[in-house]
């Protein structure tokens, strides 16, 4: 049976507690999902995951990309060191939109960039949306850039230092 919207048990004191003893602190929750075995949470700063009795967490600025796939109940996500993971929560609730929301709340600014010698990256500053911690820049390029390539590098650096004064990053 598929579980819709709101039919999610939220998390129970128990999970909290442990959530609680792992941050540090209690924990906001944004939005919640279930699966066989699993538990997801959208918290201001991280997703929390918590499969077998063990909580993990990354902060949003670090997840790259994320996906939704409805049909499967899945979420996944891929972080920025090209680490994936997923988990199937047909109990998703309010997940989906949360995480998304966070993911892109991260981003602070986002340009396209021509690189010499063809191609282009797309360069990002990110930052967790709670406001904590250091920006964070990532190049992503297109399949033609060589980023191996020293001169590609340096000129990455340097529309990454101008992006940041720009912005005031």
Known sequence: MRMTGHDAA????????????????AP?????GRGEGVLAVALRDALAVRREGRWSQVGWQSIQHGSWAEDEGRLAWELVDGTR??????????????????????????ERVEVPGGG??????RRNPDGT???????EPSARVAMDD???????VGQGERLAAEYGL
């Open 150 to 156: 020293p001169a590609v590098q340096e000129f990455i």
């Open 10 to 25: 939220p998390p129970t004191r128990e999970e909290l507690r442990q959530l609680r003893a792992l941050r540090g602190r």
């Open 133 to 139: 911690g250091g920006v964070t820049w990532m190049a």
């Open 120 to 125: 282009s990256v797309v360069l990002s500053g």
């Open 85 to 110: 993971d997923a988990v199937v929560l047909p109990g998703a609730g309010l997940l989906p939109g949360a995480f998304m929301e966070r993911v892109q709340a991260s981003v602070l600014v986002q």
């Open 28 to 32: 906001h929750v944004i939005a919640h």
